[in-house]
């Protein structure tokens, strides 16, 4: 594995910024300024497969968004497209099957592609739709395989477009907290890090638990938000991990892949992380014991509201829609013709699932893996 490079506060800083667009204070966690809502015209979103979350959070949160808009859909079942169009007022010019996809280069009201299908399928329709033209956010796991994530890098470069993954926390408040504590050592150096992640799931026929859609079991679905979490309080990339697989307690429903992993990261400062993510039992929370104190966000990693305390007292933040951030921060950044902070790209989805495939090595072979060279 490669050198990962760093997520650096100076990145962390103009990604912040992008996320005050429904905040009430006048500064970012960090103190910055923050941006308004841009004027001029809504930048259109076709959302790529309108299962739960695209139901349940994106097509909500898009009718809150400041920057843009539900404009299209792409829907292999003509009864959800139907439905769509009435519910969202969605024109049927704007409305795709996995088929006629493409034609949506023609589209002058789509601006954004946002990808939300089963993991095994983001590159494809990634690197399509920067084919199209368009703009795209890809949904994590950014892909299964680091060279998937480097196709769709290269798509959207040669197509002279962006690419964004839905990291929603990197607009919430309380999660920017626990980054600025951590990175500004508000209590010190950081020594260890708990973060963790995992839920009971349910349908075990779901596209969840097969490893050709998924990638693999809890680890691609909801470990990535402790990984992430190590990484955004530390500030610092990894430089090893060790891994165990926990005990397959349901061997019927767990057949094709994991339902409990462990692993471990040491990073560069010397602090260390422990973390668990689960099919089976329940768990979210980030902790972060530092030379003078702690910090803690627990929920930590779902819809919110999130909460958070620290060795001084609770921590009070705004409550905000995730997804509704996320998509305002990203097209307003679009829509100023800037280039997206790395924290939100590609790069960085590219860095995770680096980082995935690397706990899988070290929880097969037992052995601890260099992530320097
Ligand atoms: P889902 O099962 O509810 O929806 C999947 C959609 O893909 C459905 O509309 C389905 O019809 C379509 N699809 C097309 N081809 C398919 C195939 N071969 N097999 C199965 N479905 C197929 O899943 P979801 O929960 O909406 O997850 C979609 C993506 O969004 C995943 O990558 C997931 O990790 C991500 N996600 C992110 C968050 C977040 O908080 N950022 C939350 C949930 C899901």
């Known amino acids: 594995m490669t050198q990962l490079s760093t997520f650096s506060r100076r990145q962390f800083l ?5 996320s005050a667009l429904t ?25 790529v497969g309108l299962g739960s979350y695209s139901k349940n959070q994106l097509a909500p949160a898009l009718q809150q968004t400041k920057n843009c808009r539900l404009a299209g859909i792409v829907t292999g079942t003509p009864a959800k497209a139907e439905e769509w169009m009435k519910k969202y007022d969605i024109p049927k010019a704007n409305v795709y099957d996995y088929k006629t996809f493409d034609r949506i280069a023609d589209n002058k009201d789509i601006d954004v592609v946002y990808v939300v299908l089963p993991n095994s399928m983001h590159r494809e329709y990634v690197v399509r739709a920067a084919q199209a033209g368009k703009h795209v956010i890809c949904e994590k796991p950014m892909a299964i395989m680091p060279q998937e994530c480097q196709e769709m890098i290269d798509a ?7 690419l964004a993954v839905g990291y929603r926390l990197h607009y919430e408040p309380f999660t920017q907290e626990a980054m600025r504590l951590g990175q500004q050592k508000v209590f010190g150096p950081i020594k260890f890090v708990e973060s963790s992640d995992g839920f009971r799931i349910g349908d075990p026929g779901q596209w969840r638990m097969k490893k050709a859609l998924a990638g693999g079991g809890p680890l691609m679905d909801v470990g990535i938000y402790a990984v992430q979490g190590a990484r955004y309080v530390t500030g610092e990339e990894p430089i090893s991990v060790t891994a165990q697989f926990g005990p397959k307690t349901e061997p019927q429903k767990f057949k094709d ?10 990073f560069p400062s010397g602090a260390v992380s422990n973390s668990t993510t689960s099919y089976t039992a329940g768990v979210e929370r980030l902790y972060a014991s530092c030379q003078d104190g702690w910090f803690e966000l627990s ?17 009070e933040k705004p409550i905000v829609n995730h997804q509704a951030m996320h998509m305002d921060g990203v097209c307003e950044v679009l829509l100023q013709n800037k280039t997206l902070p790395d924290h939100i790209t590609g790069a960085e ?13 070290a929880a097969e072979t037992g052995r601890k893996i260099d992530l320097k060279a």
Do not use: H
């Open 156 to 162: 959207c470069k040669k197509a002279n477009k962006q």
């Open 349 to 361: 989805g590219m860095r995770d699932v680096k980082l995935l495939q690397a706990i899988y090595q």
């Open 23 to 47: 905040l009430p204070s006048l500064t970012d966690a960090f103190g910055n300024p923050l941006p308004t809502a841009q004027p001029g015209r809504k930048l259109g979103i076709a959302l």
């Open 257 to 266: 892949v994991e339902e409990t992993l462990f692993w471990q990261f040491q």
């Open 299 to 315: 929920p930590a990693f779902g819809y919110g509201p999130l909460k958070g305390r620290t060795s001084k007292g609770p921590i």
């Open 14 to 18: 103009a990604g912040v910024g992008a």
